[in-house]
């Protein structure tokens, strides 16, 4: 039976539902930027998380054949033919009151054929994320092309470092890469990373 897969944004409950055409996955997107602003950003602090979902598929690799579909609302929906499931790991933020933090992972499960397991250690992800204590922020592009980024994860050990690059980066998307001064990575198409500030997790 081919299956669809959804993750619910508000109470962050994951359900399996039963498709006929197409396996899919839905996923919440990012919170939408400032109207006044769109290409937006957001700086990690002390106390919030980042939850990221990366959709299985049979091979056992990540992000094999996943496209997305449409949007709608507070969710995307990605589909691969060969889709069996997700993970979903938690990592949360933490530093002192100078706003660098570091990201320690909290905890992760795994979802196959209805069936959700914890896991131990944090799972592989498709992309690296900061391992030094750092100013951490994620840059919102909005998307021109197929091909265009939705996404950067950005960290610099200034805040004035930082800004510089914020605006290098809008201008020209290519120089995001890990350097010796910068951090820089895209989030892949298909996966979906999702900030839980401090005032959210309370709720």
């Not at 929906?77 to 990201?103: F, M, R």
């Not at 905890?107 to 951490?136: N, W, Y």
């Not at 951090?183 to 309370?202: D, H």
Request: with cysteine.
């Amino acid at each position: 039976m081919l299956r669809s897969f959804l993750l619910s944004v508000g109470a962050g409950i994951l359900c399996l539902t039963a498709a006929c055409s197409h396996k899919q996955i839905q996923a919440s997107k990012r919170p939408p930027p400032p109207a006044a602003d769109p290409n937006s950003y957001l700086d990690l602090a002390r106390g919030s998380r980042l939850r990221i979902l990366v959709p299985l598929v049979k091979a056992g690799e990540h992000n094999l054949g996943l496209s997305s579909a449409q949007s709608n609302g507070a969710t995307v929906t990605i589909s691969a033919a060969n889709l069996i499931g997700y993970e979903v790991s938690h990592y949360s933020a933490e530093g002192g009151g100078d706003g660098k933090v570091h990201l320690t992972f909290v905890s992760a499960e795994t979802t196959k054929d209805g069936q959700t397991v914890s896991d131990p250690v944090a799972p592989h992800l498709p992309f690296p994320l900061p391992k030094k204590t750092q100013f951490i922020r994620l840059i919102f592009l909005i998307r021109v092309s197929e091909s265009d980024h939705n996404m950067a994860i950005v960290a610099a050990g200034t805040r004035n470092a930082l800004e510089a690059f914020t605006t290098q980066v809008r201008q020209n998307p290519r120089v995001c890469q890990v350097t010796a001064g910068i951090f820089c990575v895209w989030v892949p198409e298909g996966i979906a990373v999702r900030p839980e500030p401090p005032s959210e997790l309370k709720n």
